[in-house]
């Protein structure tokens, strides 16, 4: 009996001491949450509430990241489509082969655009709903692009031939 009355004591004083940071359940060892979350029900009072995370302004950001992913693959791929793709083909038509024959009713541009966006979905690690904004921002940029054009037409006279920019500028619906 003295042996467990000075252990109890000798953790009394610890305790008091505050110098553990835990507290035991008589039978079970170390106390849980789920044993401290019981305990304060029974003693009428509310659990600690947690600090809100950081994760809603990551939140945000990687939405706003989703959103222009999607849009710059369009113009991206569009980029990467009368830059290279259309040397390609006169260089294979120059060589006696029929490319627009090999490739067919294929938009190569929006082929391309699909590949990208799905490559920086991998690479951003989007998820569930930031996948959905990023085919937003995809849908959006595709549909409009005429718009864009219009917004910046001589941004656009850097990258792309002065005929498709005149076609763009006199497709533009929004913007007048």
């Known amino acids: 009996m003295a042996a467990s009355s000075t252990t109890f004591s000798q953790r009394m004083k610890k305790i008091n001491a505050g110098k553990t940071t835990a507290w035991t359940v008589p039978g079970e060892g170390l106390a849980g ?7 304060l029900a029974k003693a009428g ?5 947690r600090k809100k995370s950081t994760q809603s302004r990551t939140g945000i950001v990687k939405y706003v990241l ?3 992913a999607g849009a710059i693959s369009v113009i991206a791929a569009r980029w990467l489509d009368f830059t290279f793709l259309d040397t390609a083909l006169a260089f294979a038509t120059e060589q006696g082969i ?6 067919g009713d294929i938009s190569t541009s929006l082929v391309l655009a699909i590949t990208l966006g799905f490559l920086t979905m991998l690479i951003l690690g989007l998820r569930k709903t930031a ?9 959006g940029a595709f549909l409009f692009e005429a718009d864009l054009v219009a917004l910046a037409p001589e941004v656009y006279a850097i990258f792309y031939p002065p005929a498709w920019v005149a076609d763009m500028l006199a497709n533009a619906t929004l913007v007048t």
């Open 45 to 49: 009072k509310k659990a600690p509430v």
């Open 33 to 39: 949450l789920r044993d401290e979350r019981r305990f």
């Open 66 to 68: 989703a959103l222009l």
């Open 131 to 139: 996948v959905y904004v990023q085919v937003m921002g995809f849908l």
């Open 98 to 103: 029929d490319a627009a024959n090999i490739i």
